[in-house]
């Protein structure tokens, strides 16, 4: 749908998915085709190494910064991706946050590599109330991010934010598309066995001397690593792929109805009518 609207519009997308941006993640990140790259011209999609350190806050320079070269000779740009939070970084700006403590980091992400979710919500129960009462108790990411941060400095996230939105100096319309969930649920299943029929455990397997790094912890990659540790079966790791993609939707539903100013369309004509 974003590649024929920017076709319609004779423009340009910008990508605004956390894991397409990586060079070596494809297949288990539902990259773009070479035919679809060459349809359209794309930003942040191989731009960036799996060891880069990826965030909100640098995504929002590189978005502002990528616009501007496309609205110097285009009337209109394309935004596309699940990753809310770059998308609230580039349409309303994000607060500057002081650094975590690598070591508090770490310490977070290996305390749920083995003790689970369960173990960050207890936590953050006990350390960050404020916080943990408002967060997407089943966001693991946004989990680790919050409790890494009280333990770095004391204080919950939530004190550095502001919620003052910074002004563009460009019209935003924002649009969600609304799928009726059981269709939505099986595309996710059939997307998943396309995945594997493509080479995604290979993929996966070349990247295993990077699995430590935070970007490989996402659904499609971590529960194959379960299955190359010899934790799990392969058919009951693919179960836990398409399980967790399910689950990854329906937050990307909730979080965008919370948004409140976005227009949900079923067609492309629903957008350029």
Not at 8 to 27: F, G, K, P, V
Not at 228 to 252: C, F, M, S
């Amino acid at each position: 749908m974003a590649i024929d609207l920017a076709l319609r519009l004779n423009t340009e997308i910008l990508s605004a998915d956390s894991r397409q941006c990586y060079r070596e993640m494809n297949i288990g990140v539902a990259k773009p085709s070479k035919e679809e790259l060459a349809k359209v011209k794309h930003h942040f999609i191989d731009t960036h190494h799996i060891a880069d350190e990826v965030s909100a806050g640098m995504y929002e320079k590189y978005a502002l910064d990528t616009l501007e070269h496309i609205f110097a000779q285009h009337d209109a740009a394309v935004c596309v991706g699940g990753t809310g939070l770059y998308i609230k970084a580039l349409c309303e700006g994000i607060d500057e946050m002081p650094p975590v403590d690598p070591l508090m980091k770490a310490e977070v992400e290996k305390m749920y590599e083995t003790q689970g979710l369960l173990s960050l919500q207890q936590a953050l129960q006990l350390e960050d109330a404020k916080f943990f009462s408002t967060a997407e108790q089943d966001n693991p990411m946004r989990l680790m991010r919050a409790l890494s941060f009280v333990r770095s400095h004391g204080r919950s996230i939530l004190d550095y934010r502001n919620q003052q939105t910074k002004p563009r100096d460009f019209q935003i319309r924002k649009f969600v598309i609304d799928m009726d969930r059981d269709i939505l649920y099986h595309r996710i299943n059939l997307r998943v066995d396309r995945m594997m029929q493509q080479g995604l455990l290979e993929e996966v397997k070349s990247l295993m001397p990077y699995r430590a790094y935070k970007s490989l912890n996402t659904v499609g990659y971590s529960e194959l690593f379960h299955y190359l540790d010899g934790e799990w079966t392969l058919p009951y790791a693919v179960d836990k792929i398409k399980q967790h993609t399910r689950n990854y939707a329906k937050r990307q539903i909730t979080w965008f109805k919370h948004q409140g100013d976005f227009q949900a369309v079923k067609f492309l004509k629903d957008i350029i009518s």
